[in-house]
């Protein structure tokens, strides 16, 4: 990496800057990194701790978009056949279901199988009997039900197997580095400058072209440069059930509305989502109302619905571009802008004479890679690169060895093995290494989501983790039942055993602690509140936490 | 439906009567109810002295969210849940654990991935068959005794069949039959319960046609290793004015079901249920005097397909519980001789699990003379068949530990002269782990109402 020139100041020398560590950002950087174009990522948080991890994880398999947006419809079919080539460890394809419910637009059947055809999505009938069988909570007055190839993805681990492939491809990544400020150099875009949030140092990276890719924040960061963006900023809540409730995603067949997916994802299942305008992207705190109606809605599809134990509620906040909605229907409208109906890309120098900068907004996390693809080609133009796009192609990582599941079998409870395997890949070997030389580092540290101690170990001291939260992501230490209840007191240690990374230990286990409250207080009834009651006694009774837990983030 | 309208008990009790059939998929299990706390582990008797069971908690409601998501548990750890449903009484959110882990038990035996070495599937079908290994038994009971006494064919068993050389296993007595107690003449029998201990017993003129009738389900131990007892308890019955009504039962399933035969166990709950349909249909109760075979009458019999099946459940009593409710009513007679008699008492697991208390010891207490201390000192170990078999009988014997050190100190010290229990495994494992007689506290009972007089009381 580059060395600091003025005092204070660390400077980096690239090609290309990729603004923001979500989906389409890693994507860009995985995609110019094999094209051999020396590129720099920059996020202000972890990875994927924008949208790309509070999202619904469905890998679309375009049907829901067969009848409204066809051309959405066709990108999503073909991206989910790529994805399920080169990320298979990523996603569970665990096929998805479109049900039609009393009351549901009968003529729009007709239109959506149509769409379907139109957009080569293959669709199959299942007998409503059948149904029933599979999948017995599903609502018997189902009238008819049809199978898509939707899948479960999980976004935090495409997001990393991302920036991990492009580091193997020479990418480089930055997390918790905020961009304050798009440089120019007259009509040129010159780099960006900004500030290292873990050490409150400045930095600057000097590039030929900067590629805004911040999502629900890109209108912010254009400005910097002085470039002018439309981003609406739409909030969409998602709620977590205790456990896997269908075996498959389910889907109700009528025009796209609130309420109407349910996602298998492991252990739970993902239920939303609803849309609102929000002034900020930062804005993504669950309401009671918007928990209630999600619930209101669901009864339709799974009778009994309130009474399945939720254990927390969450939202993400979609980048809408406005023109870009306004134009639905419309194509490739104006010079230099590439627009599917998707997704936008814009040059800002097409749009206000600012070279070398490109924004990426809009589209969903299953078209990442097209969307990566498409400003990868833009940049590589400008660049007169000519090495073609192989994202489509290459695995983001190799197949998993058989000799590593059958060692992971072999030191730990298959559950547990599997669940690893799942989450670590070929990454797992150092982790049995561990447990080979210390079993006793093979005991469960969540047991919830059974990981084990030599596990989180490996995540505490990984130098991408900077707090219990990036922990939690890279293990789902404190995502299951519990939320955090025993694991969070248990991570502690290994933490304090790290030093000065996570000091100070205790505004960690605050900030974690609000994080999961965070979540579960707009579902707090029920099971949940028995929980939560009980974690209130272990942190504010017996760890005697109760008058400074007030920090937020 | 407003989400604050979810109350749990209403929800729970609906639960239990309308989900019956787990492949309904239903929180039958109460899955979701699970706090986490811990509560569960922190009391197996099993997982306290053996580290390689991850305990209940782990591999109940843990494992369960995981199996839902299609990852399976290694199925060898399963095995070492005795099913002594200790965890079930202790955790605060009614969670099924037993049911996930007999459930995941049943699957993996119908995958056929449970299928262990053949050899261990074998004894499991003739520990489970206690029926049958009890009928050839009692054919002619001292061959059987005397083979079984027999090193070499201890040896043998433990080879060729994986059941423990060491382990105690019970003496097979005269078969215990209803018409044994038709005959009305008032003179003393003696039924042996070996040649160590015998118990006196009066043939009576109670059980004339009366219009208080009871079912009365022996049992397996009762019906081929101890008929003695099942003598007195249909005894002490009649002496309260019923007429004990003992229909050809089957083994009630437990035995089968602990070893993995689920299918014929519940074939034999469909039988029994048959059998007892008329009398339930009359309103008639079904007294259990084996703690076992009283839990499932009352929690898995509800479950199964057949007529009969939504009355047992409430219609069913452990024998002292019956007992107790006739004394709360005013009508328990208490024409009792004193009895001179320190005891104490070990309760059965599986009567834990009824949630009943300990109504032999408050009956027991009613009595003249008699001493009776509680000893609370957890699970024998023996659990059924579990400590049967080879592999597992060091563990059920160290799971026993503490039981049987403090009998032997109460011993000791002439705290008590024997222990009590209503489970004949229990009786068995005690005086194996610690050398005490035990017997069961129905006997006490029987010498207090000057039926006979019982040895073991002296
Ligand atoms: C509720 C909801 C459900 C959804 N469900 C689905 C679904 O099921 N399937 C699907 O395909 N799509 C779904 N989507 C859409 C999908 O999640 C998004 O389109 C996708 O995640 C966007 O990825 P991104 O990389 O463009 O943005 P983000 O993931 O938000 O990444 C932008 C990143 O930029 C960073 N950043 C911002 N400003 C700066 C700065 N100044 N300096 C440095 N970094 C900065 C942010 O921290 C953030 O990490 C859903 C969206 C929502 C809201
Ligand atoms: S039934 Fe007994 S042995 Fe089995 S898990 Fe529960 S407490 Fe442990
Ligand atoms: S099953 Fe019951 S006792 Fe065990 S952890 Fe869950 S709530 Fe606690």
Redesign the interface.
Known sequence: MGQGLEKGSVRYSVQVVIIGGGATGVGILRDLSLRGISALLIEQGDLAHGTSSRFHGLLHSGARYAVKDPISAAECIQENAILKRIAPNCLVSTGGWFVQMPGDETDYVEAWLQGCQEANIPVREIPVQEALEQEPLLAKDVLRVFEVPDAAVDGFKLVWDNAKSARRHGGRYLTYHRVNEVLRDGERVAGVQGENLLTGEPFTVESLMVVNATGAWADRVAATAGASLDVVCDKGVLLAFNRRLFQRVINRLRSPGDGDIFVPHETITIFGTTSERVDTPLDHQPTDREVQRLLDVGETLLPGIAGKRLIRAFAGVRPLHREDRELTGASGEGEGREVSRTFALIDHEVEEGIKGFLSVVGGKFTTYRLMAEKASDWVAGKLGETAPCRTAEEPLLPALSERLRRKALALLPCAAAEKMLERLGQEAVAVLETIREDPGKGQLLCECEMVTVAEVEKAVADPDAHHLADVRRKTRLGMGTCQGAFCTYRALPLMWREGEKYDPLGRELIRFLNQRWKGIRPILWGEQLRETEFTRAIYAGLLDLQDKGTTTE | ??????R?DG?RQADNKLNLDP?????WMH????????ACTAQCPVAAVYPLF?GP??VGP?????R???????PG?LAYCTNCKTCEVTCP?SVRITDMILQVRRQEQEAGTGKAICRLGMRDNLLGRAEYLGRLGTLWPPLANTVLGWKITRRLLEKTLGISARAPLPRYGRKFRTSDIVPLVGETQSYGRGETESYGCVKTDQNRRSAKKVVYFPGCFISYNDEATGQAVVKVLEHNGFEVIVPHFHCCGVPLTANGRFREATANAQHNLGLMQPYLEQGIPVIASCTSCGLALKEDYPRVSAPGAQRIGAQTYDLFEFLWVLHERGELRKDFREVQVSLAYHAPCHLKAQGIGTPSVRILRLIPGVKIQELDAGCCGLSGSFGFKAEKYELALQIGSTLFQRVQEGVKEEAFQAVATECGGCQVQIEHGSGAPSLNPVWVLYQAYGLGISSAIG
């Open positions: 439906m407003n989400r604050r309208d979810v749990r929800d492949a309904r998929g239903e929180d899955l979701d109810a699970c706090i986490k706390c811990g991850p908690k782990s843990d494992a369960e969210r995981l839902l998501e299609g990852i399976a548990l290694a750890c959110s």
